[in-house]
């Protein structure tokens, strides 16, 4: 019981950061997430970026889990891309709000 509902609030959490508009919802954000495009850049240049996809892929894999999008499948390769062209796009965000996005557009609900 207290396990869904703490799924539940999670997932609650997560869907109001991802929805536009909506400025009351206060998170954490613990990691390479937190580092800024041009942080993203520079571990770019480096294997250092390997931790930045897998700190991606949790993300993602969070989203999935908690039910906040019905993702379609894509690989690391895939996410950096994204991340890259977002990046370059929006270089004052940071990696979260890039993670954001990714999910929006992997959102198969979203079609």
Do not use: H
């Not at 954490?28 to 041009?38: L, M």
């Not at 480096?46 to 897998?54: A, E, L, P, V």
Request: hydrophobic residues 40%; proline residues 3%; glycine residues 10%.
């Amino acid at each position: 019981m207290v396990g869904t509902k703490r799924k539940s609030v999670i997932a609650a959490l997560m869907l109001c950061c991802l929805l536009p508009g909506i400025g009351f919802a206060e998170y954490t954000v613990y990691g390479p997430g937190r580092k800024s495009c041009d942080g993203w850049f520079e571990d770019r240049k480096s294997f250092t970026w390997i931790s930045d996809i897998f700190w991606l892929s949790g993300w993602l894999s969070a989203a999935g889990y908690y039910g906040i999008a019905d993702l379609k499948t894509t690989s690391s390769d895939g996410m950096a891309a994204y991340v890259d062209k977002y990046c370059q796009e929006n270089p004052l965000s940071a990696i979260d709000e890039a993670a954001m996005a990714l999910v929006k557009s992997l959102d198969q609900n979203n079609e």
